[in-house]
């Protein structure tokens, strides 16, 4: 069967429960952020392209409070991180911030740290407690997810603004560039600031317009499968694959892949170029034509159409693009053996982490026991459909959700 996931209410009372046992009081705000899934549009969003992700139900949790002095305490309750789970990051006034709150160890830390120099706003010292639900290293998004809930909970802490949410995004964005080191485009924390439900969201990401796409069918779910696999490659291999890509646009004078045609891929093949370069571009190229394409797809609640688009997504991912592994192709395989899956492929950086398959519900329960049969390994499953963005659940003057 599919995991059972944690709701909102119950990873927030655990939470609280953490928060009082440490600090001795109850925290005075709690916020949350979702992980997300791309449905569609794998590594098109730093070539300026479009993607279709969508906000998943699982969510990261944060509890606290203002406190006086200059350093702020932080623990997760979370096992896959570095040790410690607790540590204090130095915030004095915010002209010093950026010399006083460097990355370090633990890394998990280092993504609450770039939300605290790029916040808009003057952070205040703080005492946390995180929780989340969103599985680390699984291609869901969980640092995203933490950066957004680390925006949102600052928010809470300061009161209102008219900072718009595109620029929250951005700020998250710059926190996982700056301090994690990871060259990522805007999808994921741009999702997990405006997701909503029901909606998937078609984002634009040369111009940052989002446009929602509705996903609410009941007949139709989203099953999201953690291969538990993660390749120690990734990270290099990401930062090679944007760099190709950079090549062929320089090779065709184009400002991005963005504006590339097949025309462009084809003057690449004349030219000689490395046959990884071409196959990079030509991922791209098409991974953009199906996206658009995709949204109209679900705009006219053509199902069949978009899971042939999902399918022909992760042969290229596969073959052009190159960040399959073979765990992620078997569980696609797989999927797409059961009658009633409509599509299915990788979701994420690659090399690991999740696949996403869109099945009617009747069958959901069939696609997982038979990848629990043939597979070689230990899946997890999360049966989902489009949720909300990033909230503030509750804070002291109002003591209730919103």
């Not at 969508?54 to 203002?66: D, N, Q």
Request: negative net charge; proline residues 5%.
């Amino acid at each position: 069967m599919a995991e059972e996931i944690p709701t909102i209410e119950s990873l927030l009372e655990q939470a609280t429960k953490v928060y009082k046992e440490e600090f001795k009081s109850d925290p005075d705000v709690a916020v949350c952020a979702p992980g997300r899934v791309n449905l569609i549009g794998e590594h098109t969003d730093y070539n300026d392209g479009f993607v279709l992700p969508m906000a998943l139900p699982l969510v990261t949790v944060i509890v606290g409070s203002k406190i006086p002095g200059y350093e702020s305490v932080v623990i997760t309750t979370n096992k896959d991180v570095d040790f410690p789970r607790k540590t204090t990051i130095e915030m004095p006034d915010k002209r010093a911030l950026i010399y006083y709150c460097k990355p370090g160890k633990p890394k998990w830390a280092n993504y609450i740290k770039g939300v605290v120099v790029n916040y808009i706003g003057e952070p205040p010292t703080f005492q946390a407690v995180i929780i989340s639900s969103v599985p680390t290293g699984g291609g869901v998004s969980s640092s995203a997810s933490l950066e957004v809930a680390t925006y949102t909970f600052f928010d809470a802490l300061t009161g209102p603004n008219n900072v718009l949410p595109t620029n929250k995004a951005l700020a998250c964005q710059k926190a996982e560039q700056k301090y994690a080191g990871v060259p990522c485009g805007i999808m994921d924390q741009f999702i997990s600031v405006m997701g909503k439900k029901d909606n998937a969201l078609l984002i634009d990401c040369r111009t940052l317009v989002s446009t929602l796409i509705p996903l609410a069918d009941p007949n139709i779910v989203i099953l999201v499968t953690n291969s538990n696999v993660k390749h120690e490659l990734s990270g290099s291999e990401y930062s090679t694959r944007r760099k190709q890509c950079q090549q062929a646009s320089l090779l065709i004078k184009k400002i991005s892949l963005r504006d590339a045609n097949y025309e462009d891929i084809e003057y690449l093949e004349s030219i000689n170029t490395d046959e990884d370069i071409v196959k990079r571009a030509k991922h791209v190229v098409g991974e953009i034509e199906r996206t658009l394409a995709g949204a109209e797809a679900l705009k006219e609640k053509n199902y069949n159409k978009f899971g042939e688009l999902m399918t022909q997504s992760h042969e290229s991912l596969r073959d052009n693009y190159e960040v399959s592994c073979p765990e992620l192709d078997s569980l696609v395989e797989l999927a797409l053996e059961v009658e009633g899956v409509l599509g299915s492929r990788m979701t994420g950086g690659g090399f690991g982490g999740c696949t996403v398959t869109m099945v009617y519900n009747h069958a959901v329960n069939k696609v997982i026991d038979h990848i629990k049969k043939n597979y070689k390994g230990k899946p997890i499953f999360y049966v989902c459909m489009p949720s909300d963005g990033a909230k503030i659940l509750q804070t002291k003057s109002e003591g209730h959700y919103y």
